[in-house]
T-cell receptor, first 109, second 113 residues
Framework: SQQGEEDPQALSIQEGENATMNCSYK?????LQWYRQNSGRGLVHLIL?????REKHSGRLRVTLDTSKKSSSLLITASRAADTASYFC?????????FGAGTILRVKS | DTGVSQNPRHKITKRGQNVTFRCDPI?????LYWYRQTLGQGPEFLTY????????KSRLLSDRFSAERPKGSFSTLEIQRTEQGDSAMYLC???????????FGSGTRLTVV
């Protein structure tokens, strides 16, 4: 079963704009992670935020976590065509990560 | 170390045949995971190894599926008597602990005809 649910399912923006993706989950977590997947490839780990953290930055990425609302958001600033990919949130489900269905991001140049 | 390696990249097989996939994780990572992903969906957990011990198996892993990790190094995933519903991308990942992100391989795309 997939615990995390990303919203929106798909997002299309112009190069240079910001992209925001949201993730909601159901049970308590130790950490939440975001991954990117280019078409037909494996997933790439982007960022991990622990349950006692509220915000984390990595380059053009900003992740927030609200454990009271069981939600997280991923912000990509100044998007580029190369950011076109699927983005997944994943929560720790005991011994493994549980992934959502993902958000498809398309950045038009 | 060049990351997680999966072979083959693509496999086309006839229904009823057996297939085996291999995963070579990052050598320092004692945790290894297999996931399955179908089009438009996120990865679904199949099984998890810590060193050579298989510690968790999903209910998705029917008795036609078996995974091994001899000596805690590479891992193999075998599917016996393949069915068309087995067509998917099979992803392998490794991590050093349950507090770290995963490193994924590029996956093996299986097509059952």
């Amino acid at each position: 079963s997939q615990q995390g649910e990303e919203d929106p399912q798909a997002l299309s923006i112009q190069e240079g704009e910001n992209a925001t993706m949201n993730c909601s989950y159901k049970t308590s977590i130790n950490n939440l992670q975001w991954y990117r997947q280019n078409s037909g490839r494996g997933l790439v780990h982007l960022i991990l935020i622990r349950s006692n953290e509220r915000e984390k930055h990595s380059g053009r990425l900003r992740v927030t976590l609200d454990t009271s609302k069981k939600s997280s958001s991923l912000l990509i600033t100044a998007s580029r065509a190369a950011d076109t990919a699927s983005y997944f949130c994943a929560t720790d489900g005991g011994n493994k990560l549980v992934f959502g269905a993902g958000t498809i991001l398309r950045v038009k140049s | 170390d060049t990351g997680v390696s999966q072979n083959p990249r693509h496999k086309i097989t006839k229904r009823g045949q057996n297939v085996t996939f291999r995963c070579d994780p990052i050598s320092e990572h004692n945790r290894l995971y297999w996931y399955r992903q179908t089009l438009g969906q996120g990865p679904e957990f199949l099984t998890y190894f810590q060193n050579e011990a298989q510690l968790e198996k999903s209910r998705l892993l029917s008795d036609r599926f078996s995974a091994e990790r001899p000596k805690g190094s590479f891992s193999t995933l075998e599917i016996q008597r393949t069915e068309q519903g087995d067509s998917a991308m099979y992803l392998c990942a490794s991590s050093p602990s349950n507090r770290d992100g995963y490193t994924f391989g590029s996956g093996t795309r299986l097509t059952v005809v």
